[in-house]
């Protein structure tokens, strides 16, 4: 096996850790997980839902989003943050598309790959990373 067979192998391996992490999500309307991975190591990870202290509804009575829900590679950068960890280099591992504001703090971040296994209908966010020179990788979700 070729190292592009192990990478892949290993994408395959840690978007469906991802996918298992987003089941930690209250949310109904769609659950979406996120891991930061640095030197074969899960550095952090998230999953999409409110703050920290807030109830662990992210749909209001109409089943609409509330605005404050954190998607998930928000949920893991800011966790970061409070660690001793650097995601600078690192690749995250997402189950669903970035969309634009999460491209920009994953941007900001220095994360250098960013794997994902659901598109989303805006590729605003993909091309956005692109254009920062992240290599971003589309996994088609596995049943």
Same mark, same amino acid.
């Given at each position: 096996?070729?190292?592009?067979?192990?990478?892949?192998?290993?994408?395959?391996?840690?978007?469906?850790?991802?996918?298992?992490?987003?089941?930690?999500?209250?949310?109904?309307?769609?659950?979406?997980?996120?891991?930061?991975?640095?030197?074969?190591?899960?550095?952090?990870?998230?999953?999409?839902? &409110?703050?920290?202290?807030?109830?662990?509804?992210?749909?209001?009575?109409?089943?609409?989003?509330?605005?404050?829900?954190?998607?998930?590679?928000?949920?893991?950068?800011?966790?970061?943050?409070?660690?001793?960890?650097?995601?600078?280099?690192? &690749?995250?591992?997402?189950?669903?598309?970035?969309?634009?504001?999460?491209?920009?703090?994953?941007?900001?971040?220095?994360?250098?790959?960013?794997?994902?296994?659901?598109?989303?209908?805006?590729?605003?966010?993909?091309?956005?990373?692109?254009?920062?020179?992240?290599?971003?990788?589309?996994?088609?979700?596995?049943?």
């Amino acid at each position: 096996m070729d190292s592009e067979e192990k990478q892949e192998v290993l994408d395959r391996r840690y978007i469906r850790m991802a996918g298992i992490w987003a089941e930690n999500s209250y949310c109904r309307r769609r659950q979406v997980g996120a891991l930061i991975v640095k030197d074969k190591m899960i550095i952090s990870d998230g999953y999409n839902g &409110t703050p920290s202290g807030f109830e662990n509804v992210c749909e209001d009575e109409n089943n609409v989003t509330k605005p404050y829900v954190l998607h998930a590679e928000a949920n893991a950068i800011t966790k970061i943050a409070r660690s001793n960890n650097s995601s600078d280099g690192a &690749t995250m591992y997402v189950t669903a598309s970035p969309c634009i504001e999460c491209a920009k703090l994953i941007i900001q971040a220095g994360i250098k790959r960013v794997v994902y296994s659901e598109k989303y209908r805006l590729e605003d966010g993909i091309e956005l990373m692109k254009r920062a020179g992240i290599e971003v990788v589309y996994l088609e979700h596995e049943q």
